[in-house]
């Protein structure tokens, strides 16, 4: 059974924005934290994002300010909404699961599909 299922991306022009959806199943959504990664051409995957089941957030210092996570719980969904896109944000985005005594750079779930997301002029 697929775990995780990430959408949204697509090409953007630098400065554009874009809202990524991970849509994940109920049992994982309520038991879990939730986090964005992304992997460039060439690249280790890094983490973007995270947000707890208490709607606490923390992003990565490259995309403060410009990104956003979110989640809806009716929906077992998680979004990240990206500003002020720029080329460096060029990669592939997948959403994992960690919990509280875990790290999140050490995801528990399998990885999806991803989404890919380029920004160029």
């Known amino acids: 059974q697929v775990q995780l299922v990430e959408s949204g991306g697509g090409l953007v022009q630098p400065g554009g924005s874009l809202t990524l959806t991970c849509k994940t199943i109920?049992?994982?959504?309520?038991?879990?934290?939730m986090a964005w990664y992304r992997q460039a051409p060439g690249k280790q995957r890094e983490l973007v994002a995270t947000?707890?089941?208490?709607?606490?957030?923390n992003y990565a210092d490259s995309v403060k300010g410009r990104f956003t996570i979110s989640r809806h719980n009716a929906k077992s969904s998680v979004y990240l909404n990206m500003n002020s896109l720029k080329p460096e944000d060029t990669a592939v985005y997948y959403c994992?699961?960690?919990?509280?005594?875990?790290?999140?750079?050490?995801?528990?779930?399998?990885w999806g599909q991803g989404t890919q997301v380029t920004v160029s002029s």
């Open positions: 947000i707890t089941r208490s709607d606490s957030t």
């Open positions: 994992n699961y960690y919990t509280m005594s875990s790290s999140p750079r050490s995801p528990l779930g399998s």
């Open positions: 109920t049992s994982i959504f309520s038991a879990y934290n």
